[in-house]
């Protein structure tokens, strides 16, 4: 249904090594997570493999995204730096190789979450955090969590992230505020 060869080969064009190499363990993560919720693995592993499509783009390519679909301007500000390249990423992959809706929230939601979040998300979202080659404890216990939990794996995450941002003076972004709140009180 996919051709994901020849999202491989596009990625591999247009991405850093290190960034290729980080979308291809993100979506086989996404793959083992989806059958492990019996999911559909392939929609997860693609929208694994090119949730961060769009997190090289500069700042024209940017801008030439935000204005074919009349994005707002705001996603320019500091605070979207490290999230702008999710809601443009979900427009590429639609364009390109014409994604279903599902994948490309998957792709939209990734970097902050949303609320409500379908399961694809949750498992996009987690994976992208998740997915290494290092050791790291703190990972190995997100790993673990998000095998038996994925909400409270999510939460968990969140909760660490928060810890860490406002330790340095800053604000964690709104939704994902708004998505550690459902959780909690779920």
């Known amino acids: 249904m996919y051709n994901i060869e020849q999202i491989k ?6 991405l850093s090594q ?16 989806a059958n492990h919720y019996n999911i559909d693995e392939e929609k997860a ?7 961060d499509i769009a997190k090289e783009f500069s700042d024209d390519e940017n801008s030439k995204w935000i204005k074919k679909y009349n994005l707002s301007g705001t996603l320019f500000l500091p605070e979207y ?9 979900a427009l ?7 994604l279903d809706d599902e994948i490309c929230n998957a ?6 979450g949303n609320v409500p979040m379908t399961l694809l998300d949750k498992i996009i979202f987690i994976a992208d955090k998740i997915a290494r080659t ?6 190995d216990e997100e790993k673990k ?13 969140i909760n660490i992230q928060k810890d860490k941002l406002e330790s340095t003076g800053k604000k964690m972004f709104p939704t994902t505020l708004k998505l550690l709140e459902f959780l909690t009180n779920k």
């Open 134 to 139: 290092t050791d790291n404890p703190i990972i």
């Open 107 to 112: 792709v939209r939601y990734h970097a902050v």
């Open 18 to 33: 290190f960034r290729y190499e980080h979308s291809i363990l993100v979506a086989e993560e996404a793959k083992k997570l």
């Open 92 to 98: 590429v992959v639609k364009e390109l190789y014409n």
């Open 81 to 89: 730096k490290n999230v702008i390249h999710a809601n443009i990423g």
């Open 9 to 14: 080969n596009d990625l591999k064009n247009n």
């Open 145 to 157: 969590l998000a095998y038996s939990d994925i909400d409270k794996a999510l939460a968990c995450y």
């Open 45 to 51: 592993y693609i929208a694994g493999l090119v949730h």
